[in-house]
């Protein structure tokens, strides 16, 4: 099943802060943060591993709480480049495939 | 590094004509998916290659589509007898033999308008 995000879309000035939020109903091994600017691919940004290890982007940072099979994106002093909708990702592993089942997606716009 | 390119960018055609969509990896990535994005929505699973062998399809994935990586670089997604549904993006991903975290990196996608 899909991911579900929270919000679906949030307007921001520049230099506020902003946080997205992805709720799995399945148990969650890591998370995968991509943003997608309109008519362009998807740019990976971060993954949350179980654990707590995590590898991503210098001024964006996330959390991952196993138990709630949740994970949020923090974004701090946003920027206008922030613009753009972000896809939480939970893959699904079969075989030796490793498929990410893509969130809901969430809208950010950043303005003057 | 040149990232993953995909042709064409666009593509328009009538319903019931065939398709066929490229995809050209990060070189030495041994691994290729193939996703569809509609307006809104997050992208969907379709195929998964490692080197030349097709491991899995969804059942996204009617007969009519069909996806080919011969020698194990690009890949090649056809979509015979085009239906108006089958309008989306189509996005190839590429990830590393080496990669421990699973990190995919996304074409450009392919967007099709079948009229």
């Known amino acids: 099943q899909q991911p579900v995000q929270s919000p679906q879309a949030v307007i921001l000035r520049e230099g506020e802060d902003a946080v997205i939020n992805c709720s799995s109903s399945?148990?969650?091994?890591?998370v995968h943060w991509y943003r997608q600017k309109h008519g362009e691919a998807p740019v990976f940004l971060m993954i949350?591993?179980?654990?707590?290890e995590q590898k991503g982007h210098e001024k964006i940072s996330a959390s991952f709480n196993e138990k709630k099979q949740q994970s949020s994106l923090y974004l701090t002093a946003s920027q206008l480049s922030y613009s753009g909708t972000y896809f939480c990702?939970?893959?699904?592993?079969?075989?030796?495939?490793?498929?990410?089942?893509f969130g809901t997606g969430t809208r950010l716009q950043v303005t003057l | 590094d040149t990232g993953v390119s995909q042709d064409p960018r666009h593509k328009i055609t009538k319903r019931g004509q065939n398709v066929t969509f490229r995809c050209d990896p990060i070189?030495?990535?041994?691994?290729l998916y193939w996703y569809r994005q509609t307006l809104g929505q997050g992208p969907e699973f379709l195929t998964y290659?490692?080197?030349?062998?097709?491991?899995?399809k969804s059942r996204l994935l009617s007969d009519r589509f069909s996806a080919e990586r011969p020698k194990g670089s690009f890949s090649t997604l056809e979509i015979q007898r085009t239906e108006q549904g089958d309008s989306a993006m189509y996005l190839c991903?590429?990830?590393?033999?080496?990669?421990?975290?699973?990190?995919?990196?996304f074409g450009p996608g392919t967007r099709l308008t079948v009229l």
């Open positions: 991903a590429s990830r590393s033999r080496v990669s421990s975290y699973n990190e995919q990196f």
């Open positions: 399945k148990a969650l091994y890591s």
């Open positions: 949350l591993l179980k654990g707590g």
């Open positions: 990702g939970t893959p699904i592993i079969t075989g030796t495939a490793s498929k990410l089942t």
């Open positions: 070189s030495e990535h041994n691994r």
């Open positions: 290659f490692q080197n030349e062998a097709q491991l899995e």
